[in-house]
């Protein structure tokens, strides 16, 4: 069973930049979809981004697309969220999420993932 342990989240001033970090307890280049989610107080739980397993093939959610970058490290089994120009709407507390699909060149921010680690909290302030 695949784990994953966010980190990286913490106070921001709008404008400022956090860089998000996902281990996962295995391989997960060619293996598994993995995305990040969002969850604000009183809010469902929101895709943010994702990434293939193939790597050929990232998405982005509208509120974010041109501020976030999500990328891999394929040897450290790694994921990475580089958020900047940061908001207040941004605030919440961001899952990493991963699903088995080998070989995907595809991937969704439905929150339909099997795995998921339990959060890391960002807060923009005004």
């Known amino acids: 069973q695949l784990q994953l342990v966010e980190s990286g989240g913490g106070p921001v001033q709008t404008g400022g930049s956090l860089r998000l970090s996902c281990a996962a307890s295995g391989r997960i280049v060619d293996y598994y979809v993995i995305a990040w989610f969002r969850q604000a107080p009183g809010k469902e739980r929101e895709g943010v981004s994702c990434?293939?397993?193939?790597?050929?093939?990232?998405e982005y959610a509208d509120s974010v697309r041109g501020r976030f970058t999500i990328s891999r490290d394929n040897t450290k089994n790694m994921v990475y969220l580089e958020m900047n120009s940061l908001k207040p709407e941004d605030t919440g507390t961001y899952y990493c999420?991963?699903?088995?699909?080998?070989?995907?060149?595809?991937?969704?921010?439905?929150?339909?993932?099997?795995?998921w680690g339990n959060g890391t909290q960002v807060t923009v302030s005004s």
């Open positions: 990434f293939s397993s193939s790597g050929t093939s990232t």
């Open positions: 999420a991963a699903d088995w699909n080998p070989q995907s060149t595809t991937c969704t921010m439905l929150p339909t993932y099997a795995y």
